[in-house]
């Protein structure tokens, strides 16, 4: 199964440049635990609501997206396999990917939403047990 069905296309970007002051609004306004950091429309880094606490902690005089970032950025493309794409989060210890198609952004993928995946699936699979299941 690939990604198409499972990312999100909403995904809320900021630029390199967008002060960390806009860039905490921009994620209290869309109710967002994280925003893609885009330069000239390709995603360069990612900044995370934990990624905003360690700012705020450090006491750091960072004032831009840029400097918040985290700049080593795994992305997926739109047509990865979705077990593929599980195991390689783990395995980076991340939450969340940007997806891409021929290089651009095109949605964004969590462990939330394969969370989700694996419910609805283990619902169809119980539907099918109770039905196939002899009446007692």
Do not use: K, Q
Not at 18 to 39: I, K, Y
Request: aromatic share 2%.
């Amino acid at each position: 199964m690939s990604l198409e069905r499972i990312g999100r296309t909403d995904v809320v970007t900021v630029g390199v440049d967008s002060p960390v002051d806009e860039v905490v609004e921009t994620m209290r306004s869309h109710n967002v635990g994280c925003v893609v950091v885009v330069d000239g429309g390709r995603p360069r880094g990612i900044v995370t609501d934990r990624d905003l606490v360690l700012y705020a902690m450090d006491g750091s005089e960072a004032l831009t997206a840029r400097n918040v970032m985290a700049e080593d950025l795994f992305t997926v493309d739109i047509g990865d396999d979705v077990f593929d794409v599980v195991n390689e989060l783990c395995e980076r210890g991340v939450r969340r990917a940007p997806v891409l198609e021929r290089g651009d952004l095109v949605g964004i993928v969590t462990l939330d939403d394969f969370v989700r995946l694996l419910a609805t699936e283990l619902d169809r699979l119980a539907d099918v047990i109770e039905a196939e299941s002899p009446r007692l």
